[in-house]
């Protein structure tokens, strides 16, 4: 079976950034670190690791050999939450860590990798058949940093 797993491509600390990854979203794991034996581009034996991880269900690989190209806005990982509270737990723990906060939902954490905390039902607000609630919510969102799952469904209630 063919399987599909996320590279994280980290300058420096991304055992430091995974661990703090995993302690963020219930039923994750480190399930393996290696560090290459061999010459690389990026350096001697040993001078690469690598970490694979996952956050709930999903696998990724982290990587740490020395700078290449810095995260941005085209990969992020979104976490979705069913109550305001997890938004608030992990919304703070990213952003007591260095983070930055963005709008609509985003944050960057201190490593530079992008994250969207957002409410499950989202998806399903914007979807909405009926193109004014659906509007409606999308332009709340849109005026918001940290989501608000409260004030969306006002938004999309009228």
């Not at 806005?73 to 737990?89: G, L, N, V, W």
Request: net charge negative; with cysteine.
């Amino acid at each position: 079976m063919t399987n599909v797993v996320s590279n994280l491509w980290f300058a420096k600390e991304a055992r430091q950034a995974v661990d703090f990854y995993v302690s963020l979203v219930p039923n994750s794991a480190i399930i393996r670190v290696t560090t290459l034996p061999a010459e690389s581009p990026s350096g001697p034996p040993g001078s690469v690791t690598t970490i694979e991880f996952t956050l709930g269900n999903q696998e990724f690989l982290a990587l740490e050999a020395g700078p290449l190209d810095p995260f941005n806005h085209s990969f992020s990982i979104m976490i979705q939450c069913d109550t305001q509270e997890e938004i608030d737990r992990i919304w703070n723990a990213i952003s007591e860590n260095g983070g930055q906060i963005e709008q609509c939902g985003w944050i960057r954490d201190r490593w530079g990798l992008c994250w969207q905390i957002v409410p499950r039902v989202l998806g399903d607000m914007v979807a909405h058949s009926d193109r004014a609630r659906a509007k409606r919510v999308t332009e709340a969102m849109l005026g918001m940093i940290k989501l608000d799952i409260a004030e969306l469904e006002r938004a999309f209630h009228g």
